[in-house]
């Protein structure tokens, strides 16, 4: 955990960026790639569907970077129990990661949860299977 105190600042600040008038639910994510951390925030629209989550923007950063490996990634939101990825985003993680990769679910307290993107979506529907 102590590993991923840069991952967790880095949520911590970023979150202070997030656009979220309509939900006041602020977000932020940051990943862990082999260049460095690439971080997001949710950013929310009028027309709510076109939102975007903090994982989303996090996973465009790092690609936009060059870098396409999810090494370890982390969550961070202030609620009463810790936020994990919504159904969309555990797909979106799952396209970078493997099922080992760790996954931190965080608070102002720190790291209140650490699991797997594979906990996170067994069953996953893989790409491979397009080849
Ligand atoms: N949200 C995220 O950004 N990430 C999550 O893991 C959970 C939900 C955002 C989406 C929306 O802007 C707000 O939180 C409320 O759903």
Do not use: W
């Not at 991923?4 to 880095?10: F, K, N």
């Not at 939101?77 to 990661?97: K, Y």
């Not at 080992?100 to 790291?111: A, P, Q, S, V």
């Amino acid at each position: 955990a102590e590993m991923s105190d840069d991952l967790l600042q880095a949520a911590r600040a970023v979150r202070e960026n997030a656009h979220a008038p309509y939900s006041d639910f602020h977000v932020g994510a940051a990943i862990r790639s082999r260049s460095g951390i690439h971080v997001g925030c949710n950013v929310e629209n009028a027309s709510f569907p076109e939102g975007t989550c903090a994982e989303a923007g996090a996973i465009a950063a790092m690609v936009a970077a060059g870098d396409t490996e999810i090494l370890e990634v982390l969550i961070y939101a202030e609620a009463d129990r810790p936020v994990a990825p919504c159904g969309g985003c555990r797909q979106r993680l799952a396209e970078f990661g493997r099922p080992d990769t760790r996954l931190h679910l965080c608070d102002e307290k720190g790291i209140v949860e650490t699991t797997t993107l594979g906990a996170m979506l067994p069953l996953g529907f893989q790409g491979d299977i397009l080849k």
